[in-house]
């Protein structure tokens, strides 16, 4: 028996592996290209170098349209952060027999398509006293209700986890109001599941291309639109900008995590 199950383990841990090794080799051949000075007509690269990622990150575009991403997305998240912690702490708290109807409507942004979502915005948006096309404010907008369902997912799910009811009546108890056991209370159990919906936003946002293409376009370049205007320049610079692209989520995950264990 245990010879039966360290052989099962052992296949298990083959398989994952090889999964593994499978899902990471174009992201280490996209690596090696960007680090390559010439790779064509043979297996390996002639030689090695940094100058595509100098090049990259000494480009002002490249560093404007990085930053432009970054304040959109942050924004964005902020917005939602704003919006959602309180509308999920009433409904779970007061009317918890909505939650059934917000699940439904929290999809909403995912049952029509991007093109779709994106040419209404336009109609709607494009002249008129509410012209915002092209500004980074249309597409803050857009990014809060596309990051919606990932928010209010996981923060549910995770006030479903601690017992909200159960910590509030305590904290009433002690003699803190509904507002100083939200804040002192519920908001510090909620780390980290805010953390995670805010890990899995960010990620999917950063590397948005559809809205950020149609609504702003060149008129406001982030980085998926500035990667998509480059198609056509050496693919050494393009493979250096999606492993910085990859390496700087990398970061952020790594640093979320440790500062989370760190907190417990």
Not at 159 to 168: P, Y
Not at 177 to 187: E, F, H, I
Request: charged share 10%; net charge positive.
């Amino acid at each position: 028996m245990p010879a039966e199950r360290t052989a099962h383990a052992l296949y298990h841990r083959t398989v994952v592996w090889v999964l593994f090794l499978i899902l990471l080799l174009p992201l280490a051949g996209t690596l090696l290209y960007s680090l390559a000075t010439s790779w064509s007509a043979t297996i390996l690269p002639s030689g090695l170098t940094l100058k595509w990622y100098l090049a990259l990150w000494s480009e002002t575009r490249f560093l404007q349209a990085f930053g432009r991403s970054l304040f959109v997305c942050v924004g964005a998240l902020v917005l939602a952060t704003v919006l959602i912690l309180p509308l999920l702490f009433v409904i779970n708290y007061h009317f918890p027999r909505l939650d059934a109807l917000m699940n439904v409507l929290i999809l909403l942004p995912f049952a029509v398509p991007p093109v779709v979502s994106a040419v209404g915005l336009l109609q709607l948006y494009g002249s008129g006293p509410l012209a915002m096309v092209g500004t980074p404010w249309i597409l803050m907008g857009c990014y809060f209700t596309v990051a919606l369902p990932f928010m209010y997912r996981a923060i549910s799910n995770n006030l479903q986890a601690i017992q909200l009811r159960d910590l509030m009546d305590a904290a009433h108890l002690l003699g803190a109001s509904t507002l100083q056991a939200a804040l002192l209370v519920v908001l510090p159990n909620l780390r980290k599941g805010l953390l995670v919906a805010l890990l899995l936003s960010f990620s999917f946002l950063f590397g948005e291309f559809v809205f950020a293409n149609l609504l702003v376009g060149t008129q406001y370049e982030t980085l998926q639109v500035y990667l998509n205007n480059m198609r056509n320049s050496t693919g050494h610079i393009n493979s250096a900008l999606v492993i910085s692209y990859f390496f700087f989520v990398l970061v952020l995950t790594w640093l979320a995590t440790f500062l989370n264990k760190g907190k417990h």
